[in-house]
């Protein structure tokens, strides 16, 4: 016939434990969460000091666990933190009450205060504490909000139990008094400066749309220059050779219709030094001039990038109509800091400053566009010296 197994002796448990582990030596021989014993012991302090001695009594009479490993997590683990704050919260009422009933406590205006700090710390330890990170479940994505109200939940319990006891003490009143004055001022305030404030943020949100608009003109200007305007230059060069014709309309075609459904253009290199090939290649091939790119380092393009790659693919196609004939040089070089881009010819050369008004190619297709990205471009150029185009983008 089988024994059944003798309970374990009740022990300390240090390992466990917070100051000498008695609450943690009782709670694994009842069976119960660490936190419900520990608040029973601060409530019973509160008592004349009882909770105090009983816990030195413990500490001398409960010999120490020394094998005592980590708590097998029995505690609760099917349950919720909700149930843990509810019983602490019981546990404390029940022993304010007991007090109250032997003489030992009388104050009404402290004991759901207690009760309700009691609960809400109960639930804030548990959620802190009784779940490391390292076992905190992967899985669900709704896990983080179901902490977050239970640490709500606690942080209001306690938040009313602070309420609760100015209010019972009648401190609550002056804080009213103070509070109603700030939302007195603050109401008339508002309402004074209410259509001020009202009117600026209009004109505000009028200038920031405007001036958004006005960059999205800019944009579609420039890359209409870029693109359309100089496809129908070559094809008043080209009228004697209606092949070529087609092909450039074609290709002109396919390029805006990727630019209209805001996709990449076919062929389009994803890298700075491809994409730059791919530019000269272009300008070589509709205006017939050699144009040379040395690249040092790489990156990958994005909206920034790829607007780098057409201001100096601009910049090429001046150097190839207005070069004299000569060969273009192209340097890129990707720094740390920036990436940088120079294109230069040796041609005839010209005065940046004498160029009208309604020309866009230099303007809008390369300067404006750089500094509306966030870069800057510098042309250096004088009659009979050739040209430089600085490009400059921080990464």
Not at 166 to 179: D, M
Not at 366 to 380: P, Y
Request: hydrophobic share 50%; charged share 20%.
């Amino acid at each position: 016939m089988t024994q059944a197994a003798p309970a374990p002796a009740l022990r300390r448990d240090p390992a466990n434990g917070i100051v000498a582990g008695v609450c943690a030596g009782l709670a694994r021989q009842l069976g119960v969460d660490p936190i419900v014993v520990r608040v029973a012991f601060v409530a019973a302090a509160f008592a004349g000091g009882l909770g105090v001695v009983l816990y030195g009594l413990a500490w001398l009479l409960l010999p120490e666990d020394e094998g005592a490993t980590v708590l097998a997590r029995r505690r609760l683990a099917g349950r919720g933190a909700v149930e843990v704050a509810l019983g602490v919260g019981l546990l404390v009422l029940s022993a304010l009450l007991a007090f109250r009933a032997l003489g030992l406590w009388s104050s009404d205006a402290v004991v759901w205060p207690i009760v309700l700090v009691a609960a809400g710390g109960a639930l804030l330890w548990r959620e802190s504490a009784a779940r490391p990170a390292a076992e905190a479940p992967s899985g669900p994505a709704a896990a983080p909000a179901k902490v977050a109200s239970r640490t709500g939940l606690g942080i209001a319990l306690v938040v009313g139990a602070g309420l609760a006891f100015l209010a019972a003490t009648g401190a609550l009143s002056a804080a009213r008094n103070v509070v109603l004055s700030v939302l007195v001022v603050a109401a008339v305030l508002a309402i004074i400066f209410a259509p001020w404030i009202v009117r600026l943020a209009r004109s505000l949100a009028a200038e920031r749309g405007e001036r958004i608009r006005s960059e999205e003109r800019a944009e579609m200007a420039a890359h209409l220059h870029d693109s359309v305007l100089q496809t129908l230059a070559l094809v008043q060069q080209r009228a004697d050779d209606p092949r070529t014709v087609a092909a450039l309309a074609r290709r002109q075609e396919r390029e805006l219709r990727a630019w209209l459904s805001r996709r990449a253009a076919p062929g389009t290199a994803s890298r700075l030094s491809g994409a730059l090939e791919g530019a000269a290649s272009e300008v070589e091939r509709d205006h017939g001039v050699a144009v040379e790119v040395v690249a040092v380092g790489d990156a990958d393009l994005d909206e920034r990038g790829r607007a780098l790659v057409a201001a100096a693919r601009e910049a090429m196609v001046n150097a190839a109509k207005f070069g004299g004939g000569s060969p273009v040089d192209v340097y890129a070089e990707v720094a740390d800091g920036a990436v940088e881009v120079y294109v230069r010819d040796r041609g005839p050369g010209f005065d940046p400053a004498a160029v009208p008004a309604d020309r866009r190619g230099v303007r809008e297709s390369i300067v404006g566009r750089m500094e509306r990205h966030g870069g800057r471009a510098a042309v250096r150029s004088a009659p009979g010296e050739g040209t430089e185009v600085e490009l400059a983008l921080p990464r």
